[in-house]
């Protein structure tokens, strides 16, 4: 390929991508498609996750993981359909589910006695195992994970963000009382927080959801909520304490210490692909992708370059940099395409967000060097080949870094505080970000502050930063500063 061509195609790839401040979603839809993150399925609502996409989800599964195997939870697998009966028996929950699910009405040619749900969550499946496993308070407490597929039959959906199908994690535990209960529910929301913001480079507010907001069988939720590139907000994760509300309902009771039948108390935590889309909208630019190292399926592409006659002595190079790298445990791949420009394959890995570029020529073989390029700050650095490991390792962190300072300021740009209705509808047209208000305690003020503005109650922060007074709506004293916005 010619050096015009590489420019044209170059050129032709940045117009394919939408700016975020023309069409923030279709930019979105540009860019996971351009980097051949996802594909349509033939079913309305579902996506098929292609490799790199799915690449991603695996990184985020494993990082998940072993922190929750660290904190003493182990895997199962439970069943997809769910028996209609199992959700009769928790009324609060089937109603918060019941428009989302589809059923099963006919199996192997005959119509089944009774309906079959496809999992929408598995806290009815499991309060029913719960209940024969468990009888003695020497059986407590019960930590479980599982990773699944659901199905929540969306009306609008977005690639990642919202699907018919979606893959997740879905925490279920048992215990003895009230206080380990809830003890674990706030250890699963920091574990989620502390992996947004140093593994996914995510600052999070994290916070109580209202009573309105919270999982429908819940006691109390707890949610941490991540603030898009256009100022819209992500539910990132969610933990909750369910009391003895589903004990109750499916019969989960040990005998305590003193020989006396008790409930027990349980939660359910979880996150899901949606991380995946998070991510990209809290990190992409008007060149595409901009991948956290930690998750980036490729943190490193090595491009080797320079003229046909020297290109078997850079191509050696290469591979023993590339075998470093990789002995290094750094996810790194070459490519050595001579059909390609230099050109193009820069442009390409920009828009699929690779957080380092490495390059390597003639010149700097014979200085015993190589080029590294930042995907986040564009910034080149000259390092010697025998501390290139070192170097790149430390590109990467400093990419992490950026990323989290970069999505923390924004963040911080676009929170602003309000004290009336009035003064939040003043720039209605432009409400972007989170906003800062306080709020009485009633479902009426919150739900008016929907109706006029679109924005929903996100948390009542842990931090909020400031404690609001009066209630944004009807001006009565608040009883909570609650964080409002538009949302995903």
């Known amino acids: 390929m010619t050096k015009e061509s590489g420019k044209e195609s170059q050129q032709a790839g940045n117009r394919e991508i939408t700016p975020q401040s023309e069409d923030f979603s279709r930019w979105y839809l540009d860019a996971i498609r351009k980097a051949d993150l996802m594909d349509y399925a033939p079913v309305r609502g579902c996506i098929v996750f292609k490799p790199d996409g799915y690449e991603l989800w695996e990184l985020i599964q494993r990082q998940l993981d072993d922190r929750f195997k660290a904190t003493g939870h182990r895997n199962a697998y439970f069943p997809l359909f769910i028996p209609e009966s199992f959700f009769e028996k928790e009324k609060e929950h ?145 933990s909750h304490y369910l009391g003895t509300n589903f004990a109750t309902a499916f019969d989960i009771k040990y005998l305590d210490r003193e020989n006396t039948q008790q409930f027990a108390h349980t939660t359910s935590w979880g996150v899901s692909t949606r991380l995946i889309g998070a991510l990209i909208m809290v990190h992409g630019d008007d060149k595409g992708l901009v991948l956290p190292p930690k998750v980036a399926p490729m943190q490193a592409v090595l491009i080797p370059i320079g003229p046909p006659a020297k290109r078997e002595s850079v191509l050696a190079k290469a591979a023993e940099v590339l075998a470093d790298l990789k002995a290094a445990g750094v996810r790194v791949r070459m490519d050595d395409r001579s059909d390609l420009s230099p050109g193009w394959k820069f442009n390409e890995y920009e828009m699929r967000g690779i957080p380092v570029r490495i390059e390597l020529g003639p010149r700097d073989l014979e200085n015993g060097q190589a080029v590294l390029a930042s995907r986040v700050s564009g910034e080149k650095r000259v390092v010697a080949l025998d501390n290139l490991v070192a170097e790149v390792e430390k590109m990467l962190a400093d990419v992490h870094k950026e990323l989290y300072d970069r999505a923390l300021q924004f963040m911080n740009d676009n929170l602003r505080s309000v004290d009336s209705l009035e003064e939040l509808k003043a720039n209605d047209d432009k409400l972007r970000g989170f906003v800062l208000a306080g709020w009485c305690g009633s479902r009426e003020c919150e739900s008016k502050v929907k109706e006029e503005t679109g924005a929903t109650s996100r948390n009542i922060p842990f931090e909020p930063g400031e404690t609001k007074s009066t209630c944004l709506v009807c001006g009565e004293g608040a009883k909570h500063t609650v964080a409002f916005a538009r949302a995903y």
Request: hydrophobic share 40%; proline share 4%; net charge negative.
């Open 94 to 238: 089937v109603e918060g589910f019941n428009p989302e699910l589809p059923w099963v009405t006919e199996a192997g040619g005959e119509k089944l006695e009774e309906r079959l749900a496809i999992r929408p969550t598995s806290e009815t499946m499991i309060g029913h195992m719960y209940a024969k496993w468990i009888q003695s308070y020497r059986d407590l407490p019960v930590l479980i994970n599982q990773w699944a597929n659901v199905v929540r039959w969306e009306k609008r959906t977005m690639p990642f963000l919202r699907t018919s199908e979606f893959l997740w994690q879905e925490g279920h535990t048992a215990h003895e009382d009230e206080a380990d209960a809830r003890r674990e529910t706030m250890q699963m929301l920091e574990i989620y927080k502390e992996f947004a913001e140093n593994v996914l480079a995510i600052p999070v507010i994290a916070g109580q959801k209202t009573e309105s907001e919270k999982f429908a069988g819940a006691v109390d939720t707890y949610s941490i909520e991540a603030m898009m590139r256009d100022g819209r907000a992500v539910q990132a994760g969610t």
